[in-house]
Nanobody
Framework: QAQLVESGGGLVQAGDSLTLSCAAS????????PGWFRQAPGKEREFVAV????????DYLDSVKGRFTISRDNAKNTVYLQMNSLKPEDTAVYYC???????????????WGQGTQVTVSS
């Protein structure tokens, strides 16, 4: 069964950086559009970033553009989310999704990883 394993979360201060990783086992990202979502306490899960495994094209949530960068390593079957200039409002559990679709907005039916907590203190 396909599994996604996220890592790299933690507690940082505002302005710091973190890099999240999402490794796939039992499946590959090939041909898909993997990405990241996040969910803050009391809020709905929201799209953060997506990347085309085929050509590397990307899309981002407006509030993270210029600060976050999504990338992929085909050989390692891993997706990364480099997060710079972190803000307290970036605090959330970050989830990796294996394949995103776009119908008016980005969404995913899964599979999902277990999530990794990112906490940004002011």
């Amino acid at each position: 069964q396909a599994q996604l394993v996220e890592s790299g979360g933690g507690l940082v201060q505002a302005g710091d950086s973190l890099t999240l990783s999402c490794a796939a086992s039992g499946r590959t990202f090939s041909g898909n559009m993997p990405g990241w979502f996040r969910q803050a306490p009391g809020k709905e899960r929201e799209f953060v970033a997506v990347i085309s495994w085929r050509d590397g094209s990307t899309d981002y949530l407006d509030s993270v553009k210029g600060r976050f960068t999504i990338s992929r390593d085909n050989a390692k079957n891993t997706v990364y989310l480099q997060m710079n200039s972190l803000k307290p409002e970036d605090t959330a559990v970050y989830y990796c999704a294996a394949d995103l679709k776009y119908i008016g907005r980005w969404y995913s039916k899964g599979p999902w990883g277990q999530g990794t907590q990112v906490t940004v203190s002011s």
